[in-house]
């Protein structure tokens, strides 16, 4: 079961596109790459997922390079409600979920 | 729109006490998750269950206990609250698809402190 990398802060101008990056380059071939945010002390809420293709949704897009080892997550247009926690996670057995710290968003006025 | 109802929200608890904390899904989900989130941590997996009936520990299962007695419902259970066990505990499920977990959807969480 694949294990994530993030940075564990980023900064980012309201408005402008943020993108936040993920490591998992023990990812296998059948997992596919999740993201959540987690705002304030709130539940973490599911964004996105995908597999091999680049995924687009209303919150955002997910960038997975070829070799599947990394992904971005970009949202277009960064408002302060977006300050939160992200978490990459690679979708595995049950037992194995693994959140690790995620990246704390900054999103600057 | 309930999706994951977690209760209580909050609770203060004395050394050795015991508690449980509901998790109530209506959204007919397979599978159901038990989390702790300690300050400035990502979330641990305590216990899960993949249907109604079934339990299986998580990474830090010691001194919870849970019950999967009804579909809609995972109860999570503190035998002898310790002041280790203060956290945060959210609640998740999903449907699932076949050995992975699909998309997760949480509960509120519910804030336990022991003194």
């Known amino acids: 079961d694949a294990k994530t990398t993030q940075p564990p802060s980023m900064d980012c101008a309201e408005g402008r596109a943020a993108n936040l990056p993920c490591n998992h380059s023990t990812i296998s071939g059948n997992e596919y790459v999740y993201w959540y945010r987690q705002i304030h002390s709130q539940g973490p809420q599911y964004i996105i997922h995908g597999l091999k293709n680049n995924e687009t949704n209303e919150m955002a897009s997910l960038i997975i390079t070829e070799d599947r080892k990394s992904s971005t997550l970009i949202l277009p247009h960064a408002t302060l409600r977006d300050t939160a926690v992200y978490y990459c996670i690679t979708n595995s057995r049950h037992d194995k979920i693994i959140f690790g710290k995620g990246t704390r968003l900054h999103i600057l006025p | 729109n309930a999706g994951v109802t977690q209760t209580p929200k909050f609770r203060v608890l004395k050394t050795g006490q015991s508690m449980t904390l509901l998790c109530a899904q209506d959204?007919?989900?397979?599978?159901m998750y038990w989390y702790r989130q300690d300050p400035g941590m990502g979330l641990r997996l305590i216990h899960y269950s993949v249907g109604e009936g079934t339990t299986a520990k998580g990474e830090v299962p010691d001194g919870y206990n849970v019950s999967r007695l009804k579909k809609q419902n995972f109860l999570l259970g503190l035998e002898s609250a310790a002041p280790s066990q203060t956290s945060v505990y959210f609640c998740?499920?999903?449907?699932?698809?076949?050995?992975?977990?699909?998309?997760?959807?949480f509960g509120e969480g519910s804030r336990l402190t022991v003194l």
């Open positions: 998740a499920s999903s449907q699932g698809q076949g050995t992975t977990t699909g998309e997760l959807f």
């Open positions: 959204m007919n989900h397979e599978y």
